[in-house]
């Protein structure tokens, strides 16, 4: 038979073997699923019913567009479409309907919800949006706490369609941030979702991330390793700025994390990225010059189902705008015990810093940048801190932190800290940088190595060492977070060993005055500084600015 062939036909089959398997590697592999990532500028003019049409356009734009087509799954960032004004039902995912395929006079679903179904039918890929989901108070009879008037709980909530536009997941954002004015579930709702490409994903939602439940929980206790993440991350200098974040929980879960983030530098949000666990980012953006509406794409390495996942690892707000118009506020470092190191031509110095039963051992090492300007020297330095307590931003959620690090400072005083800073401050590379800690073992943490330089993005697994070793006949983890040893920086803003301790009682569900009490939380230190910061914090809303990390 193969003599019949003449060349032209072998090559022509050939070249259309090449074509099959290149398309065949577009989609998903044994080895690979491809993955989209939307950072979003949503509108947000007075009119709602415009905002609503700009953003929904905007989503199917993107959902149409040629950069997304070799996606298997595309994930779009939190509270960037309807609002309260455009509530939908949302179907339960084990009725597998298809909004798309619905009757169109029904009026269950909102058009908006129709046409997302619609969009992910027609491209066939799998879609994940955040939306202002409503819902019958009367079809959870087990909720029986006192229902709104209009008889309807409303979610922030995400939604999967799968490639025929069925909706196959939903979940209900658990700890929701400060003022948002949501409902949650009765008990917190723990959800993954099954791909055609063999992939079980989990899900959150933005200040999601800094709790167990379902976060951490899914990763340690249904042994999921692949996440979809909305978000509406309003960055905090110095740990808690978007990707920084991000980057840290996929590294320290050693997880794929799927984050869209939303757009909008007024608010300090933005921030997205695709993360593979300890190999560190495949894509990310953090945006500060400008809103956006685009795709972040990149091919997803799969975990090997046989890879088991090692059993528990026993082991008053200040603000600052960018010369770019991005607003920040500043993450909550007032109680943390810290040592002021001022940088000044070259050199070298240790310290250790306490902080409750944490101590944290750190080595710095800089020499002085000879070409730079010096003419206007400006002062800098880092302060090493320590903080072994309550993670104390008031009204919302709190989580027990562990925390050794370092932060950029302009200045001797802690005010002067936990900001951007300018190039003419950066002049000094930093030669080696080590943080060394004992840790309490604890069934329920997690343990992250939390950086950031002055773009906004953290220091890659190549650029780090890391580890956790367990000490023999002891309680204790020995932590280690050093700078590899060929790397040489100038524009580290922080680095820090940053512990979640998850099981420290009352990290779920306090938050209210009355429960903050009787976990001993106390919402900042003394009482004429909690007054100051609800005081500041009322004033923020009522300029309207709402300064904060997440929606
Ligand atoms: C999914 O798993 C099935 C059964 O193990 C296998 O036949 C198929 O090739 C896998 N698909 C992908 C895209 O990996
Ligand atoms: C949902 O939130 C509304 C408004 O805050 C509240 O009146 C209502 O009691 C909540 N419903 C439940 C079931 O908690
Ligand atoms: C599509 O990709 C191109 C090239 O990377 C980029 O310039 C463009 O902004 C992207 N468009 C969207 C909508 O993401
Ligand atoms: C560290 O500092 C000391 C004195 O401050 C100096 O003698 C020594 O050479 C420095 N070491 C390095 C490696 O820079
Ligand atoms: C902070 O450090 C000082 C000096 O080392 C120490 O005396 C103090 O106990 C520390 N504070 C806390 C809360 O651990
Ligand atoms: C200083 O750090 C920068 C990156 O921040 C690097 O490009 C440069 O090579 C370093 N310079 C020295 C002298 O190590």
Known sequence: MIKAYTLWQLVLLMLIGVQISQQVSLRASEDFYTAAVVEFSQADGTDLTAN??????????????????????????????????????????????????????????????????????????????????????????????????????IFNTNVVFDRNGAVVSRYRKVHLYLNEARNTTVLPEVVTFDTDFNVTFGHFICFDIAFYVPSVELVVKHGVRDFVYPTKWHSQL????????????????????????????EYGSTGSGIYNGRKGTLTSVIKLTENERRIYVAQVPKYKRTEQRRQHRTVKQKTQTTSSGFVMTRDYIE????????????????????????????????????????????????????????????????????NCGIFACSGVTLDDCGYMLSPDQLRFNLSRLVIEAKYPKSEEILLMPNSVRDNLLPLEPSQFEWSVQEEEDSHMLNVRF???????????????????????????????????????????GDGAAQLRSFGTWLLVLAVGFIFHLCK
């Open 335 to 402: 109680q943390y015990n810290t040592t002021w190191m001022s940088l000044e031509y070259a050199g070298n110095a240790t310290a250790n810093v306490c902080h409750g039963k944490l101590c944290c051992h750190f080595e710095l090492e800089w020499n002085e940048l000879l070409n730079m300007e010096v003419g206007n020297r400006r002062i800098f330095g880092y302060r090493l801190g320590a903080y072994d307590g309550w993670r104390n931003e008031p009204n919302v959620d709190p989580n027990y932190v562990r």
């Open 52 to 153: 609503l049409a700009d953003n929904l356009a905007g989503y199917l734009e993107l959902i149409n567009s040629p950069n997304a087509t070799g996606a298997d799954i595309m994930v779009f960032p939190e509270m960037t479409l309807n609002s309260v004004n455009s509530l939908t039902y949302v179907p339960p995912p084990e009725k597998n309907a298809t909004p798309c395929l619905d009757d169109p006079s029904a009026e269950y679903y909102h058009p908006f919800f129709v046409e997302i179904s619609c969009a992910a039918r027609k491209v066939k890929r799998y879609i994940v949006i955040n939306i202002n989901e409503k819902q019958l108070c009367s079809d959870t009879p087990e909720d029986t706490r006192p229902c709104a008037s209009n008889g309807h709980n």
């Open 482 to 524: 050093a700078l590899a040893k060929t790397e040489s920086l100038s524009n580290l803003l922080s680095f820090a060993i940053f512990g979640n301790y998850y099981d420290e009682v009352c990290t779920y569900g306090a938050g209210s005055p009355e429960k903050d009490l009787e976990c001993g939380y106390k919402p900042t």
């Open 238 to 265: 110095p740990f808690y700025t978007a990707v920084q974040v991000q980057l840290g929980w996929a590294y320290g879960n050693d997880v794929n994390l799927l984050a869209a983030g939303a757009s909008r530098i």
